[in-house]
C-alpha cells in the first residue's frame, strides 16, 4: 500500500507560477536520493506540482521538505509507492491524475549498482537485483503513466541512463545489461508516442538522459581529492531534465540526449 507524506506544499510566500514549467505535474520516482532531491528542487523552481515517489519514507520526506523550502509554496507531495508492483504503481499514476487533472511528466531516477572485478567473477544474483531495480520499476512506470501522458500537451517520460549501457566492461555486464534494457523499453515506448501522433508527430515524448555517473555536494566532501572525471552533477542533471520540457516533443522522442562524452 502507498503512504502519502506531505499532502500541503502551500506554506511560504512567492508561489512559484511563472517558470517554465508552470502549471505542469510531474511525478518523480526515485526522489529520495541525491539526484531526486536535486530534481525536485528544480522542478518546483520551476512552477511544477511536484509529486515523488520513493522506498524509503525518510528520504523522501526530506526530499520533499527540502524542495518545498527552496521555493516558498511550491506545491511538492510524497508517497512511497511499491514501484515492483504494478498494480501500486498504476494506483499512484491514478491518484496523481485524480488529484491534479493531469499528468505532464515522469522522471525516472530509481537507480542501483553492483559490479564484479572481472567478467568470470560477475554474481547473476547481481543481475536478479538490478532487474528489478533498473528494468522492472521501468516497464511499471511507463506503463502505467504512458495514457496520461499522451493526454498531456507537453507530457514527457524522462529516463536516467549510463553511456555503460552502449559500451559495457567487464566488470558491469549485469549493470549494463540491465541499463540496456530499460532504454529499450524507454525506446519502445517513444514509438508508442509516434505512432499515436500520427502524421502531426508526436504530442508527447521519451527521451533518454545519459550520464557516465552521477556526483553530489556529499561525496566531493567525502573524497576531497578525486576528480570525478566525467561525472555529472546531480544539479545539472537536473537542469537538463527541466530542459526535456522546453524542447518539441519530435525533437526528444526516441532520443538519448548525451550528458557525458560518447564511448
Do not use: C
Not at 491518484?95 to 493531469?102: L, N, P, S
Not at 537485483?129 to 502505467?144: G, I, N, P, W
Not at 496520461?148 to 555503460?164: E, F, I, K
Amino acid at each position: 500500500m502507498s503512504d502519502r507524506v506531505h499532502n500541503t506544499g502551500q506554506e511560504g510566500k512567492n508561489v512559484a507560477n511563472n517558470g517554465s514549467l508552470s502549471g505542469a505535474v510531474i511525478a518523480v520516482a526515485g526522489a529520495g536520493g541525491p539526484a531526486g532531491h536535486a530534481t525536485l528542487v528544480r522542478l518546483a523552481e520551476a512552477g511544477a506540482v511536484v509529486v515523488g515517489a520513493d522506498n524509503n519514507p525518510e528520504r523522501l520526506a526530506e526530499a520533499v521538505d527540502a524542495a518545498r523550502y527552496a521555493r516558498g509554496g511550491a506545491t511538492v507531495t510524497g508517497e512511497t509507492v511499491d514501484l515492483l508492483d504494478l498494480a501500486d504503481t498504476r494506483a499512484w499514476a491514478a491518484r496523481i491524475e485524480k488529484d491534479h487533472g493531469r499528468i505532464d511528466g515522469l522522471v525516472h531516477l530509481v537507480g542501483g549498482w553492483r559490479g564484479s572485478a572481472t567478467f568470470a567473477d560477475t554474481d547473476l544474483a547481481d543481475w536478479e537485483l538490478l532487474e528489478k531495480l533498473l528494468v522492472r520499476t521501468v516497464q511499471h512506470t511507463s506503463l502505467a503513466f504512458f495514457d496520461a501522458l499522451q493526454r498531456s500537451d507537453r507530457g514527457r517520460y524522462v529516463l536516467t541512463s549510463a553511456a555503460g549501457a552502449s559500451k559495457p566492461t567487464a566488470g558491469n555486464a549485469a549493470y549494463s545489461a540491465a541499463k540496456a534494457a530499460a532504454e529499450a523499453w524507454t525506446l519502445a515506448m517513444a514509438d508508442g508516442f509516434r505512432k499515436a501522433g500520427g502524421e502531426e508527430g508526436p504530442r508527447s515524448a521519451a527521451a533518454i538522459l545519459v550520464v557516465k555517473a552521477l556526483v553530489h555536494d556529499a561525496m566531493r566532501a567525502e573524497r576531497p581529492n578525486a576528480k570525478f572525471a566525467g561525472f555529472t552533477d546531480v544539479k545539472d542533471l537536473a537542469e537538463a531534465i527541466e530542459g526535456v520540457w522546453s524542447k518539441p516533443a519530435a525533437e526528444v522522442n526516441g532520443n538519448r540526449l548525451w550528458l557525458t562524452e560518447k564511448p
